[in-house]
């Protein structure tokens, strides 16, 4: 449906820095690695995480799916637009709009060749899924509502199952994102590394 060769035909908001730090971070995992990933957009970092992950890995992907509930559809499709100007990526934001949010991301990981590495997605927000889950993680990629309250509920309910939390916009422009980061280091006594090139990635590791 569409050519999609790689992340970069997807729309979303992470930045191509961001985008090459999952695949980094995915293809340092171990094997049987099991992934979580909080907030997939369109799936482009979806995508990455699928690029980067060992072959017998398992990403479980969480979303409510409720882009353009909020600023609306026609301001996402303008921004999208104006920020990659890429014709399979119009394509996709027009697809979006006429199909919905869920059989968008749907269609976008069928291209994807490993997408068998998609254990499950589930159609929720993070905190319902995390608080009915023992599950223990591998890494958790945390990129869903960056209000405070939200990441600060994301951290706490999975960061003693899980090895490796990150997540993206740990930087001046999401200072809410940044406050919950920190004070989950300093409760939890974790390791914290941040992208030195103004991509705002973070990997919080147990010391």
């Given at each position: 449906?569409?050519?999609?060769?790689?992340?970069?035909?997807?729309?979303?908001?992470?930045?191509?820095?961001?985008?090459?730090?999952?695949?980094?971070?995915?293809?340092?995992?171990?094997?049987?690695a099991?992934?979580?990933?909080?907030?997939?957009?369109?799936?482009?970092?979806?995508?990455?995480?699928?690029?980067?992950?060992?072959?017998?890995a398992?990403?479980?992907?969480?979303?409510?799916?409720?882009?353009?509930?909020?600023?609306?559809?026609?301001?996402?499709?303008?921004?999208?637009?104006?920020?990659?100007?890429?014709?399979t990526?119009?394509?996709?934001?027009?697809?979006?709009?006429?199909?919905?949010?869920?059989?968008?991301?749907?269609?976008?990981?069928?291209?994807?060749?490993?997408?068998?590495?998609?254990?499950?997605?589930?159609?929720?927000?993070?905190?319902?899924?995390?608080?009915?889950?023992?599950?223990?993680?591998?890494?958790?990629?945390?990129?869903?509502?960056?209000?405070?309250?939200?990441?600060?509920?994301?951290?706490?309910?999975?960061?003693?199952?899980?090895?490796?939390?990150?997540?993206?916009?740990?930087?001046?422009?999401?200072?809410?994102?940044?406050?919950?980061?920190?004070?989950?280091?300093?409760?939890?006594?974790?390791?914290?590394?941040?992208?030195?090139?103004?991509?705002?990635?973070w990997?919080?590791?147990?010391?």
């Open positions: 449906m569409f050519k999609i060769k790689s992340d970069k035909d997807i729309p979303g908001f992470i930045q191509d820095e961001q985008a090459e730090h999952i695949k980094l971070l995915a293809n340092s995992l171990p094997l049987n099991q992934v979580l990933e909080i907030g997939c957009a369109w799936g482009r970092s979806t995508w990455c995480w699928l690029d980067g992950l060992p072959n017998d398992s990403l479980t992907v969480v979303d409510p799916f409720l882009i353009g509930s909020g600023k609306g559809k026609k301001w996402h499709c303008e921004h999208q637009k104006e920020r990659w100007n890429h014709k990526i119009n394509k996709i934001m027009k697809y979006w709009v006429a199909h919905g949010h869920e059989s968008t991301w749907r269609v976008v990981i069928d291209h994807h060749p490993r997408k068998h590495l998609v254990k499950e997605l589930i159609v929720d927000k993070s905190q319902n899924f995390a608080k009915n889950s023992n599950q223990k993680w591998n890494c958790v990629f945390v990129d869903g509502d960056h209000k405070y309250q939200e990441v600060k509920k994301d951290l706490e309910l999975l960061e003693p199952n899980t090895d490796i939390l990150c997540g993206d916009d740990y930087g001046p422009h999401e200072p809410d994102v940044v406050r919950a980061v920190d004070e989950m280091i300093q409760a939890t006594g974790r390791t914290l590394w941040t992208c030195p090139y103004n991509s705002w990635f990997i919080a590791r147990k010391s």
